[in-house]
């Protein structure tokens, strides 16, 4: 498996109507925030940073993805079936089942 790769692909809607979109890489993530319109705030600053930190071996790939994934919730995107992988000992949770 390649490093930068994520273990669970972060699924986002882009916007209301649009299909789910699947971000599977470290790479893919930092360029959907380097696309994004509104590149300020803490949130977006630490996904960023994240992200750029897994590409030049400061930080991890699932570290980035957490961050990536924190960012995608704060911001409205993830997508309500959104797997979140289990702790030791727990299964897998969506987005709903972890906000409940």
Known sequence: MDRL?????????????????????VEQALDFLQDWPKRKGKVYD?????CFGATVDVASAEDACRAFMAF???????ASDMMFPGRRGAGARTFREARA
Request: hydrophobic share 45%.
């Open 5 to 25: 790769q994520f273990e669970v692909p972060v699924r986002i809607t882009p916007a209301p109507g649009l299909p789910v979109e699947e971000i599977y890489s």
């Open 46 to 50: 630490a996904a960023f940073n994240a």
């Open 72 to 78: 995608c919730r704060v911001s409205g995107l993830l």
